[in-house]
Structures are given as C-alpha cells and as structure tokens.
C-alpha cells in the first residue's frame, strides 16, 4: 500500500492533476470510443492489405478540365474539396468548395450537384459566387481576397425546407478575425435558390448588415424562410459545425472548442459523441448543449483528415477516416463499424483507389479527403446504405454507397448472370469503381438477351474497375464470360486476389485482342480473341503456398498446373481493371513539390470496352 501511495504522490506531482485519467474506462469520457481490431494499414499499399466492405459503389461526380472547362464545371478550376451531402424530396446534392488552383487562395465559391438515383448527376451550378465586396471595402492588412471554408452545407428544417450554407473569408485565413459571415440560401424543390443572405456574421470582427455584400436573413420577406433560419440557430449540433471559422466570442457556444471538423453520432445508451480530427472525442449526454473536455482517442489513427461518424439503418454504428498519421497521404478510406457504439471492429476499406493527381495545388493531398455523410434531419435515401462523400486528390469529386450490415466476407457459391437486375442499378455484391470517364455500369447484352456488366474507359490516368468477393477459399473453381467490343483500344487486367491484395493469378487482354496469362513471374500468350463474341474463362485454382492453376478457355484447356505470380495461401476476390496496376502517388511522392499538369490529361484516350457476364464462384 506504501509503495502504491508513494508512487501515486510522484505522479501527481510530475503531472500535477488527473486531467487525463491513467487509467481510461472505455466507454466513458475519458475514452467515448475505442477500436478493438488491432489491424492496421500498411502505409505502402493504397488499399492498406485491408479486405474490403462487400458491395461498395463508388462514383466521381466531378472530373475537373482546364483546358476544357465545359466538360467539368465551366470554370477549369481544378481545386475542389470539402463536400457535403443531403437527401430531399427524392434527390441527391452534393455541394463543395472551388478555387482556381491552390487551397485557400482567393477567389473562392461553392457549386452544387445533384442525382435522383446517386449514380448520374448534374452539371455543376455555383450557388454562392466569390464574394462581391461592397464598393469601397478595403480588405483588411493581412489578407489578400476572398474565399470560401465550410464544414456543412445543408439543413432541412421541420416547415420542410432545405437550405444550403457557406462561409465567407478572406485569403489565406478565413478563421476568426480573417472571417466575414456565413450565408444561407433555400433550395426550392423546383430546382431554383433562393437569394442569398447572411444567417450570422463573425463575432470576431465588426462586419454586420451595413457593411456586407448580401442581407441579413431576417430581412427576408418569406416568413417561413426566416422560421427556418432561426430554427438551424437554435439547434446546438448542427451549428457546431461551424465552429472552426467562428469561436462564438458573443456566447454562441458552450464549453472549450473539442476540436476541427466536428460530427457526431448517438450511441446505443443515448449520449452523443462528438467527432474531431486527430483523433478526439467527447461526449453529451444533454443533446450536444455541453460535451465532456475532448481527449485523444489512443486507438484511432488519423491526421488532419475529416473522421465521419452515423448511426446506419440496420440499427449499428460506423466510423470512416483515413487511419494514417501523415497530412499529405489521405488513403486508403476506411470503416470500422460497431454494436453499440462504443466498441468498435473490422476495419475495411472503403476506398481503395488513389488516381494520379493531375495539376498541382498548393496543400493538394493524396487519395480520398475530408470525408462526410448525411447529418442526422438532411434525409434518409432508399434503401439499406451509408452515402458519403469526399474529394480525390482535393481535385474530383466523388460518393460512395456502402451498403448495410456493413461486412467484408462472403458465404456460400457465386452465380451471377445480372439477368434479374436493372439497367445502370446497383449491382448487389459487387464493388463498383467508376470515375465519369470511365464508367461501370449494367447494360443490356448487346449480342444476346439479358443483361452485362459493362466496363468502359477513356480516361488516360484512370480506369473502371469491378471486383466480386466471394468465400475465402484454398481450393475453388472461378468462371466468368468477358466479351470485347468490335470498338474497343483499350486493355483489361482480369486478376485473382486474396485478402491482402496480392494478385497470385494475373491474365490480360491487350487493345489489340492479344490473350495473356502470367505462369509465375512469365507471361504467356495464348493468341488472338475474337471481337464480338463472349468468350469463357475457367480456372481451377489451388491457392495454398506453391500451388497452381488449371486454365481453360471455352471448356478446351489451356494449360495446367500455371505457377502462381506470388505465393498466398487462400483467394477471395475476383477483379476486372480497365487498366494497369497501379500504387503511385505513394507516400514518398512528394506532395508540395510544383509540377506541371500531367499531359493530355483534359483529353479523352481511345476507348476501352469490354463486358462482363455469368461469373460463378464454386468449392
């Protein structure tokens, strides 16, 4: 007992008071969260050698083009970041930041998107402008124009109208005393927005409704529109969200500032936890009026990215986040999930793919950033999914349906013909990677009746890919039919995986029509395909160290006993690429380092078509 009370005396007079308990109990404030899986990424793999969420769709909704800008967003500006997602009224909106090249250099505006089925979208339409300073507006010493910074974009409130937000600041630090207000506008269910009006200048400086380019909100001659606006300012959660730009030095808030980029989700006992970058947490337990004193959450890793938290609709619980401590590396994006909201397991990916960045930019990260979903009030789409949304590279932009009970193993054989499915719907069980320029979609059989899978390809630094996992077997035979397009230029990569990535069993089909198979480290050719006509592969596979393969081509076989590329000891995925392998940007890439665009990177390549069909999966 002496030497217990004699060390706890050292301890206390070493860090003088208890503010971090030694011992946290999970669950509790000292520790709101806790992720139990103990696997982790591995920093030089995109994919991270993480198994991924079955059933993933993953769609770009913006390719930014300099040199065309009309086939992006009108303007070529090729930095575009921080989105944020609703549902209303049978529709999908997406609204994120733009800046002509670089993160937080003027000007600066925010667009919007928006989809009925989250797959096709629109074209990009600003909705807040770079800021038109009054006349005679001096811009404050320090700064150097104006730009935009959010944390939220959207707010449906209970007479059912749905506003968007953003925040007005100037260059190169919108926060605090460099900041000028935030403004609302309504979306109509029509399509058309409302005008635009400040909902709440910054407490840190004196700009107010006499000296701002736009009105106050309560100006406004729609009465429903101002019931609105004062209703999103009363609700504490939501506007936490915007405590990053603004402290609320007029009492706006209670408590210390937990952190950057807050979300929160409600655990199964009730509390709130709230959500910061780097790691921190804290809890509520009076509906988000007062959190606990944040704390460093030990078993999350992450950096400056954006972690998203949600209650999902089979009643758990999710995390997304790039788990890696390094700013300018965001990948890969992962998931973990949970019961009950405290606990939570079984990290797996969620996106997997980084792209070549294509133009430089100041603070330009790689891989997929600032992840966000739908707040709690902004919409619950059809269906059994989480929806988020993020920027690839702070470049494109791109959703992602994880379809729920999220899970990352299969059970049982495989047999899909797409037949009883619909044209460009989902695709149960598949993992869907589809950049605008390279889509994967179910398309009627262009030689027969029924339906395919269709990989298509005309971007020059990235490709369509669809992977099916199937039950991690030793020994399984795989068998699919491909056809390629009398149209087609392009190659498609037909991959074997297991759990880790690793690709034991490699074949490829060339632009011009050119059958090859890897037997061990040396391709082989098994000559020319005809265009046009579907084509049968089957493999049966003995996945264990030093085994092999049996190929065969059309039920006539190919050759036997094919060494594998790389030993593993099991298999689980089955992967179609329109393009080659790929795990650049790596982490050594630098990041800061100005380069030119990458060439003919606003120009479509020749096309790459292909289809996919009756893929079987059996011990």
């Known amino acids: 007992m002496y030497k217990f009370a004699a060390s706890l005396a050292l301890l206390v007079a070493f860090y003088g008071s208890f503010s971090i308990p030694l011992l946290a109990q999970t669950g509790s404030q000292h520790e709101p969260v806790r992720y139990i ?17 079955v059933g993933v769709e993953s769609r770009q909704t913006l390719r930014v083009n300099r040199s065309h800008p009309e086939y992006a967003d009108g303007y070529g500006w090729t930095y575009n970041h921080a989105s944020n997602l609703a549902y209303w009224e049978g529709k999908f909106y997406q609204q994120y930041l733009s800046n002509p090249v670089d993160e937080h250099i003027a000007p600066g505006q925010t667009l919007l998107v928006s989809s009925e089925d989250g797959r ?46 953003a925040f007005y ?30 909902i709440r200048y910054s407490s840190h400086t004196d700009w107010n409704a006499h000296n701002t380019a736009f009105s106050f909100y309560q100006s406004s001659p729609d009465a429903a529109f101002i019931e609105a606006c004062d209703e999103l300012l009363a609700n504490t959660l939501v506007t936490l969200q915007w405590r990053d730009e603004d402290n609320g030095m007029d009492g706006f808030y209670n408590g210390e500032r937990g952190g950057s980029a807050f979300s929160y989700f409600t655990r199964k006992d009730g509390k709130i936890v709230g959500l910061w970058k780097r790691s921190r947490a804290a809890l509520s ?80 990260d790689f891989g997929p ?12 789409p059809p269906g059994d999914a989480m929806w988020l949304t993020y920027s690839m590279n702070k470049e494109d932009m791109w959703v992602s349906r994880v379809p729920t009970p999220i899970r990352h193993v299969v059970s049982g054989p495989v047999n899909d013909d797409f037949d009883q499915l619909k044209p460009s719907g ?52 795989v068998e699919w039919a491909v056809m390629v397009s009398p149209d087609n230029e392009g190659l498609l990569e037909m991959d074997v995986v297991d759990q880790f990535g690793n690709r034991p069993i490699r074949i490829k089909i060339s632009p011009e029509c050119q059958f090859t198979y890897m037997d061990g480290h040396i391709e082989k050719e098994m000559g020319s395909l005809q265009a046009g006509q579907w084509q049968k592969i089957r493999l049966e596979i003995d996945a264990r160290p030093f085994g092999s393969y049996n190929l065969y081509l059309n039920e006539k076989p190919v050759a036997e006993n094919i060494a594998l590329t790389e030993a593993v000891k099991s298999v689980e995925r089955l992967s179609f690429r329109t393009g080659p392998y790929r795990n650049l940007p790596g982490r050594k890439t630098p990041n800061e380092d100005p380069v030119p665009p990458l060439p003919g990177a606003d120009e479509k390549e020749a096309l790459g078509l292909f289809y996919i069909d009756d893929v079987k999966v059996s011990k």
Not at 37 to 53: K, M, T, V
């Open 285 to 364: 337990d009076d509906e988000g009026k007062n959190f606990t004193p944040a704390v460093k959450v030990p078993t999350l890793t992450m950096a400056g990215g954006k972690v998203w938290g949600q209650k999902t609709s089979d009643g758990r619980f999710a995390m997304v986040y790039n788990p890696i401590d390094i700013d300018e590396y965001r990948y890969p994006l992962i998931v973990i999930s949970s019961d009950d909201g405290i606990i939570f397991d079984d990290m797996v990916l969620v996106q997997g793919e980084v792209p070549p960045r294509r133009y430089y930019g100041r603070w330009k």
């Open 426 to 477: 989902v695709v149960p069980e598949w993992n869907i990677y589809a950049p605008l320029w390279a889509p994967v979609n179910l398309v009627n059989d262009p030689v027969r009746p029924g339906l395919a899978l269709e990989l298509k390809d005309e971007d020059p630094y990235d490709y369509a890919r669809a992977i099916r996992i199937f039950e991690t077997e030793e020994e399984v035979q």
């Open 37 to 53: 899986g103990g696997n982790s990424i591995d920093p030089d793999r995109h994919e991270g050698r993480l198994r991924y969420a």
């Open 120 to 165: 096709e979208w629109s074209k990009p339409e600003v909705i807040f402008p770079p800021y038109p300073a009054p006349e005679g507006t001096k811009i404050p010493e320090g700064y150097d124009g104006y730009m935009m910074h959010q944390r939220m974009g959207f707010y449906t409130s209970k007479n059912g109208k749905l506003l968007t937000l």
């Open 369 to 380: 950033c600032y992840v966000r979903g739908i707040v709690p009030g902004n919409g619950l």
């Open 169 to 198: 600041g100037h260059t190169e630090d919108p926060f605090e005393e460099g900041g000028i207000g935030r403004v609302v506008r309504e979306i109509r269910k029509d399509g058309s927005l409302g005008p635009i009006y400040f």
